[in-house]
């Protein structure tokens, strides 16, 4: 996890996705699936259900062979194949049953559902009836995507129905496809965006050739306006252009433009339900442009506001975000009170809501381990690296991630003398990420790899005139190098280690 508020995304191992499905479901979820999938199923024929406490039970465990020969002990495959794609089936069902009609979208997705009904049953009034108030939520949500098969929808039952002038949905259509047209340009820049900052993990602040593009399609929507007025194109313009802004890490600029369009949609009341996790991203981006601006005390203030928002709508998104509300205090009182950050973390360690998150784990124990490292507590340090390195979220980390928590623990590692380690290790490095260290972004970790190992081999000295050298040759040449990659700062290590 990247200490200053930086999101890492792992790559999870190939597995089937009912397993996943399943594994991710609710006790709410679990208690109604088996209450949907007993409403037709007798009593002695329970296959289906046993399959899928297999599944949940198991986890990652699950063995689909031994299961298939429990289920069927003659070996028919294709029965349990059969079996499975039922249970799937019955599974997405149930999901689908227990949550439609959650959200606004879901609602007009399905009114639109029942016009087809009885559109394909001939019942044209009452197809027309539920058409018409798909339409009127649609245009409330600003919704472009579902008013073009509204309208669509309106034309197909102008055939049908004389009472329908098509030429007026024709017209409809037209004008929603050309703000449609619109709104697809950001939308296809923004995806190619994220994917680009995704697949880069942060680590290679390289030029990013599809920035230019966002840049120049944001300028021309920003002088239409027409476009402006219109508060969901607003929402896009505000993805672009924080995009933009946290891609060329001008986070002075970012900072100015995240807290007035905040205040600018807040006072217009443009948040609610429907884009209340824009308004979370909102405030998470303002907390951690603050931080980065050094200015803690207002990240903590945002910090509280992102709390605050996180309660509305009955807790809407609350949990996706709670990670994010702590990593804001982690990281503030890192700077400010590391005594508070590191209390913190200690009752995160066995925080339940926290434990479906994929970052936790990593998040906890590498913050402890540089917390303790920076406190002098080098054993309680390495302790809590260990602990991260027993963990599958760590396994399924970002490769260049653990390379970085490698660096660390070899500067660990060094102040507990354990020199044994080092001599090994540093050359298992070397090799495990041969790769990565042929990289020019990573010639000052391969530069800090032969520091550690000459002093693996050598030990420190004030009078060694040939590791003096290199600690002040790699300070010279790196001095103007961003630390913002760093698990722990290379050059204020070397500094406080070699040259006191």
């Known amino acids: 996890m990247h200490k200053h508020g930086g999101v890492f995304f792992f790559n999870l191992a190939p597995v089937d996705i009912i397993n996943r499905i399943i594994e991710s479901m609710t006790k709410e979820e679990l208690r109604f699936f088996k209450i949907y999938i007993s409403r037709n199923t007798a009593e ?13 039970k198991k986890g990652e465990a699950y063995d689909e062979d031994k299961v298939a020969l429990k289920l069927y002990p003659n070996g028919e495959k294709n029965s349990f194949y059969r079996l499975k794609n039922r249970m799937t089936e019955e599974v997405n069902k149930s999901l689908m049953l227990q949550h439609f009609g959650e959200d606004e979208a879901s609602n007009t997705l399905q009114l639109i559902s029942l016009a087809y009904l009885f559109f394909n049953r001939n019942n044209y009034p009452v197809s027309y009836h539920f058409i018409r108030k798909a339409e009127k939520k649609a245009s409330i ?70 920035v230019e593009m966002l840049s120049k399609t944001v300028d021309d929507f920003s002088h239409d306006s027409e476009l402006k007025k219109s508060p969901a194109l607003r929402f896009k313009i505000y993805q672009a252009v924080s995009q933009v802004l946290l891609q060329r890490h001008d986070y002075k600029n970012l900072e100015d433009y995240l807290l007035t369009t905040y205040n600018q949609f807040t006072e217009e009341h443009l948040f609610n339900k429907g884009n209340h996790l824009t308004k979370l991203q909102m405030l998470t981006y303002s907390v951690n442009t603050l931080f980065k601006n050094g200015k803690v005390q207002e990240s903590l203030a945002y910090a509280e506001k992102l709390k605050a928002a996180m309660e509305e709508f009955g807790r809407l998104h609350y949990d996706k975000y709670l990670f994010f509300y702590y990593n804001s205090l982690v990281i503030n009182y890192s700077k400010i009170d590391i005594d508070k950050a590191i209390e913190i973390l200690e009752q995160l360690e066995n925080n339940e809501q926290l434990k479906n998150s994929p970052f936790y784990e990593v998040f906890v124990y590498l913050n402890l381990a540089i917390f303790r490292f920076e406190k002098g507590d080098f054993r309680n340090s390495i302790k809590n690296l260990n602990k991260l390195f027993l963990h599958k979220s760590y396994q399924n980390a970002d490769r260049s991630l653990r390379f970085r928590i490698a660096i660390a623990e070899l500067i660990i590692r060094l102040e507990l003398d354990d020199m044994e380690f080092l001599d090994y290790r540093t050359t298992q490095i070397k090799k495990e990420y041969k790769d990565l260290l042929q990289n020019e972004e990573n010639k000052r970790e391969l530069k800090l790899i032969e520091i550690i190992r000459y002093v693996a081999l050598n030990g420190i000295t004030k009078k060694n005139k040939k590791l003096n050298e290199q600690v002040a040759q790699f300070l010279k040449e790196e001095q103007q190098t961003s630390s913002d990659t760093d698990v722990i700062n290379y050059n204020k290590w070397l500094k406080g280690k070699f040259q006191s």
Request: aromatic share 10%.
């Open 141 to 210: 949500q600003e919704n472009y995507e579902l008013l073009d098969i509204i309208y669509s929808e309106y034309i197909k039952l102008s055939h049908e129905m004389v009472s329908i002038n098509p030429e007026t949905y024709i017209k409809l259509r037209k004008e929603n496809s050309a703000r449609l047209h619109d709104i697809r340009q950001i939308d296809d820049i923004l995806a190619a965006v994220k994917y680009k900052l995704k697949i880069t993990q942060n680590f290679s602040p390289g030029e990013n050739p599809v």
């Open 44 to 56: 002695g024929d329970r296959k289906d259900v046993l399959l899928f406490d297999y599944i949940r």
